[in-house]
């Protein structure tokens, strides 16, 4: 498998090793940093790569940016530049991961807001371990961070402090991973993905006020979903207990792509198995993501 060799930092690519960062900046002392998880997949007749639904990361960067006042907003057309310069800088020979970082790398006080930089790197990244046994899940005691606090719709990477607390608990009691509960204690979603579930043939997922980050898989899935079957998914609140009367669920982001679940708490999801549904729109997710489908050219930004 192929290895990163070059990093960008604020337009420059250096050797992947090189990269620095003061540790007085206030990207590590206040995690005062936004980030994306962008896939670039390969398109196998075509011998390239294309970034799937670059567009709509780069805008919820730019909420992260705008919502935390950094007193610079970089925009689409700079970055799909530099992004496309760093995938062809490490030539990769399959799917590359990207992760984009944007931070305030001045040093100073709480209330500092620039100057700005940011890091790309791209990585080689292994299929998900859970993706066709599907995985089990424990409903977490640690509970989601609300909007009034420290919004989950930015994917800032101080949330992540909650997610990891999250996805510590799980492994250390036995589980694949977690779903977190809101105060209300309605289901929100998994420490790096959201949630679906079936329940009397219907698709689910917890609303956008649910304290989840607003997925861009998520929103792909409900698109496709209603292409596919004529039916909307139900974006609601979710009850705990409805999660123990799924006969499908599954977990869904850029990275993950989609997980199925077998099991929440230890109850079998459905008969314990991977759903049809579910396979159904993996499968679906693959085709469009690579270009295998004709459906949403829009998508795609050939590399
Ligand atoms: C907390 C959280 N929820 C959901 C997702 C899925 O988001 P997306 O589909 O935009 O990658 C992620 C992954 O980035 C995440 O970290």
């Known amino acids: 498998m192929w290895e990163p060799k070059q990093i960008m930092m604020n337009g420059e690519l250096l050797p992947f090793e090189d990269a620095r960062l003061h540790p007085l900046s206030l990207a590590v002392t206040y995690a005062t940093t936004v980030f994306e998880g962008v896939r670039a997949y390969q398109i196998p007749d075509a011998g390239t790569f294309a970034f799937f639904r670059l567009a709509e990361h780069v805008r919820r960067l730019q909420a992260g940016m705008k919502l935390m006042r950094f007193e610079q907003i970089y925009d689409v057309e700079f970055l799909q530049d530099c992004l496309t310069r760093l995938v062809q800088a490490n030539e990769p020979d399959s799917d590359v991961y990207i992760r984009l970082l944007v931070y305030v790398e001045g040093t100073g006080l709480l209330k500092t807001c620039g100057p700005v930089g940011f890091t790309a790197a791209a990585m080689p990244r292994k299929k998900p371990i859970f993706a066709e046994t599907g995985m089990s899940l424990g ?80 929103e792909t899935i409900i698109t496709r979903y209603k292409e596919l079957t004529g039916n909307a998914v139900e974006e609601r609140v979710v009850d705990r207990s409805e999660l123990y009367f799924a006969e499908e669920a599954f977990l869904c982001g850029t990275g993950q792509e989609i997980l199925p679940v077998t099991s929440i708490d230890r109850l079998p999801v459905g008969d314990g198995v991977v759903g049809p549904l579910t396979s159904q729109l993996r499968q679906d997710y693959f085709d469009i993501v690579r270009g295998v489908s004709d459906e949403h050219p829009e998508w795609r930004t050939v590399i």
């Open 139 to 218: 409903v977490s005691s640690w509970q989601r961070l609300s909007d009034n606090s420290s919004p989950p719709r930015i994917k800032c990477t101080a949330n992540y402090h909650n997610a990891r607390l999250t996805m510590l608990q799980a492994k250390s009691d036995g589980y694949d991973g977690a779903l977190m509960l809101t105060a209300d204690g309605k289901v929100s979603e998994a420490p790096i993905a959201c949630f679906f579930m079936v329940r009397d043939g219907q698709l689910i997922t917890p609303d956008k006020t649910s304290n989840i980050l607003e997925s861009i898989t998520r």
